[in-house]
């Protein structure tokens, strides 16, 4: 029987910035497909149509203030902050490491400052959206998503190939 395989440490870069000891919770982002039900005559149940992916973010918290961070709120372009998650993964029955990396470019929407108090602990929470995302697995591209250039590749396939040639992109 195989065990799982657990997230035993990560990192995280903001513009190439080591974060190393400052990030102590990351919430990767969630991939949604657009979809709606259509039935028509003729057909006994829905069907769901895809529209293509769903907004991308990812939510990350700093122990405390970082002012690289602060710096790029309100950036003007839609990629002006690139985020690297660089994770090892590892089963109990092995005793390799899977590198997990998710890059991610965007702008913070949101920057949460959280509760000020003396001598507590603080932490700063960032929401980045993102208009550029990828996954790569022990070096090896398996989803890549690039809204401006409507590139949505999918395990070395790019499903959007035929679309912009058929709208002359």
């Known amino acids: 029987m195989a065990l799982p ?9 903001h513009n190439g910035e080591n974060f190393a000891g400052k990030v102590p919770e990351i919430t990767l982002p969630k991939l949604t497909r ?12 829905p ?29 003007l ?14 089963a109990e029955d092995s005793d390799k490491y899977d590198a ?7 702008r913070h929407s949101e920057i949460d400052l ?10 700063v929470k960032i929401t980045t959206a993102a208009s550029y995302y990828k996954l790569t697995v022990n070096g090896e591209t398996i989803i890549e998503l690039d809204f401006v250039n409507m590139i949505e590749n999918i ?14 992109l």
Do not use: P
């Open 114 to 123: 959280g509760n000020a108090k003396a001598k507590e602990d603080t932490a």
């Open 5 to 13: 395989s657990k997230l035993k440490g990560f990192n995280l870069f």
């Open 77 to 90: 372009k839609h990629d002006a902050v690139l985020l690297r998650f660089a994770g090892g993964y590892q």
């Open 47 to 75: 069907v769901k149509v895809d529209f293509g992916q769903e907004a991308i973010q990812m939510e990350w918290t700093c122990g405390g203030l970082v002012k690289s961070v602060l710096t790029q709120y309100a950036a």
């Open 34 to 45: 657009k979809m709606e039900d259509y039935q028509a005559g003729g057909m006994s149940g």
């Open 100 to 106: 997990i990396e998710v890059v991610v470019r965007g």
């Open 155 to 168: 395990n070395g396939t790019d499903l959007l190939q035929a679309l912009r040639t058929a709208i002359g």
